[in-house]
């Protein structure tokens, strides 16, 4: 006799779901013990629901695929929701199994009773409860699809009782659908085609959105002599083999990217969401998307194009002639070197033997000793930025991370996804000492599933990003540093083969040490917790708020640490 459960199990392995993350427990037994007796699919124990849903959305980010996670009633669901907004805000076609209190005592108040189906409507496309057994098959599948066709988390609330009683639905088959381009109409390429032609200076920005399309962005660019920046989620897609790059702009960016936006007669925005609208022009702006919701929401268009961005490209590539003036373009190329000289190329430099060790130049070596198709995971903060400045793509290499949400400790449940959907690919997980805190327990499951996931840990005791975003504000930071912890000695007791490195010489063979260990491995680097990081344009307003920061530091006697600070960031400040 075939329960709810094993029905579930089985929909979800003919979808090509392969495993199942989460932590079992009561309500949840009954689906546990069916993924146990189902082959080609399996139960992958965390230590935390939200590494479940981290892990879960790592997964279905890199391969496309649906990915499922899992938690048990009450409390046991609810440690999801932070990985499934952040899966959600990606797009990434997670299925979340919130189990729930026995049917009959829904509304009553009883022990651990939450509402899941309403918890969370606002992190997915679909959030419905199962309530009688013959309604799983139907809602599985409308569930599957949703978070498939729609880019994002659908949930199903299933009482435990209910998943233990007999399947009275028939099992349908289930349908596999692969998403079509979006192609725009051809009156509104030859509008583009229009604008793009009236233009002298035309710069284009591209986003996450232009995966796939690189030949495509390229050949526009080399028509029209456009400068090419990105946002972070689009650096992996399209900065590698790209001779019109300036580089990023937002609060991590680099290079020339903010000056050629602004300086354009006309912005593209291609497959990009780009939320920090104060770095946009907020003019002279077209906007080629796939999600006709994304169209303007930022900026004022001239011209909405809906259509994907290799096929729309591929139309309006024809319609444009060779332009001959590279003047715009040689220029902002000139000013993209001359600030990668100055200022970001100037962390890396004459800095090897210096202690405590510069993350800046931790992160140029690990892209150095990094493998060709590594998958890196990075957690959000100061790591942020040492991955968008330092780690060079090349076509192969992947860069994921809590992009859209923001969550720290995002970076070590996302790297057990990655590994577990390619077990042959190196994955690096680049952890600020905060955030591998948060989840600090999963480096157990690393141990004790042998997943051979590398952890980077930058380990500052501060949270720098929070120190930043203070001084900014013009207040003294407090708060944000913590005592120094021994991370490598954690992760040894823990199971796992574990460097560390306090000086600069000790980095390369560190990293080499660890990623020749067949298991899990975790390299600490002891960084000095005062080089932090200024966005590509320094309005007046920062710069009073971090003089009158640093004016409260030193009336309240901390003059030796604004000299700490000033000597670690001097090489942010360009050369005339």
């Known amino acids: 006799m075939t329960n709810v459960a094993e029905q579930l199990v089985r929909m979800l392995r003919e979808a090509g779901v392969q495993r199942i993350y989460g932590i079992v427990g009561d309500s949840l037994n009954p689906i546990v013990d069916a993924v146990r007796r189902t082959e080609g699919i399996e139960w992958v124990h965390v230590r935390h629901e939200e590494t479940a849903a981290f892990a879960a959305a790592a997964e279905a980010q890199l391969t496309g695929r649906l990915a499922v996670c899992a938690g048990s009633s009450g409390p ?46 606002e992190c997915s496309h679909y959030s419905e409860l199962v309530s009688q057994p013959e309604q799983l098959p139907r809602l599985l599948r409308i569930a599957m699809q949703t978070a498939l066709g729609r880019g ?25 659908v692969r998403p079509s381009p979006v192609v725009p109409a ?13 233009a002298e200076r035309v710069m284009l920005f591209v986003g996450a959105g232009a995966r796939g399309a690189h030949a495509e962005v390229m050949a526009l660019a080399g028509k029209l002599n456009a400068p090419v920046g990105h946002s972070f989620g689009g650096k ?58 994304r169209l303007g929401r930022r900026t004022p268009l001239e011209l909405a194009v809906h259509g994907s961005v290799k096929e729309t490209l591929a139309a309006l590539l024809p319609k444009l002639a060779q332009r001959r003036d590279r003047s715009y373009l040689d220029k902002m190329l000139r000013k993209h ?3 990668l000289e100055k200022v970001v190329d100037a962390y890396t430099r004459d800095i090897a033997e210096r202690t405590p060790i510069h993350p800046e130049y931790a992160a140029a070596v690990l892209g150095e000793v990094a493998a060709g198709d590594t998958v890196f995971t990075i957690d959000t903060g100061m790591n942020n930025v040492w991955a968008a400045r330092y780690l060079t793509p090349n076509g192969r290499r992947r860069m994921i991370g809590s992009f859209r949400h923001g969550s720290m400790a995002n970076a ?30 999963d480096l157990l499951t690393l141990a004790s599933a042998r997943i051979p996931v590398k952890v980077v840990v930058f380990n500052n005791a501060s949270l720098g990003m929070v120190k930043l975003e203070m001084l900014v504000d013009g207040l ?4 944000t540093d913590h005592p120094q912890v021994d991370f490598a000695a954690l992760a040894k007791a823990a199971g796992l083969h574990a460097v560390r490195a306090e000086k600069p010489g000790e980095i390369r063979a560190a990293f080499e040490e660890a990623f020749a260990h067949p298991g899990p491995a975790l390299v600490e680097l002891v960084t000095d917790a005062n080089a932090l990081s200024l966005p590509p344009k320094i309005t007046g307003e920062m710069v009073r708020g971090f003089a009158l920061a640093a004016g409260k530091t030193v009336l309240n006697g901390g003059v030796g640490k604004m000299v700490e600070l000033a000597r670690s960031n001097l090489r942010n400040i360009p050369r005339p």
């Not at 994002?152 to 596999?176: E, F, H, Q, Y």
């Not at 051809?186 to 009236?198: F, I």
Request: charged fraction near 15%.
């Open 76 to 121: 046991g669901n609810l440690h999801l929701i932070n990985g499934l907004f952040d899966a959600h805000r990606s797009g990434a076609p997670v299925l979340a199994i919130a189990s729930h209190i026995p049917a009959a005592q829904i509304g009553t108040g009883y022990f651990q009773e939450t509402h899941p189906e309403q918890l969370f409507t």
């Open 412 to 441: 070590l449940p996302q790297a057990i996804g990655a590994q577990l959907a390619y077990p042959d690919r190196q994955v690096v997980a680049l952890s600020g000492d905060g955030g591998l805190s948060m989840l600090l327990g």
């Open 476 to 479: 003294p930071d407090h708060g």
């Open 236 to 293: 992996e897609w399209i900065q590698f083999d790209n001779p019109y790059d300036v580089g990023m702009s937002g609060l991590l960016g680099y290079g020339a990217c903010f000056e050629a936006m602004h300086s354009a007669d006309r912005i593209v925005l291609l497959g990009t969401d780009f939320p920090y609208d104060n770095f946009l022009p907020q003019a002279r702006t077209v906007q080629i998307d796939h999600d006709l919701t």
């Open 152 to 176: 994002g988390v659908s949930v199903l609330t299933i009482p435990g009782d209910l998943a233990d009683r007999k399947a009275v639905a028939p099992t349908p088959p289930v349908t596999r």
């Open 186 to 198: 051809e009156e509104t390429v030859d509008e583009l085609a229009d604008l793009l032609t009236s």
């Open 337 to 339: 070197a001359d600030r």
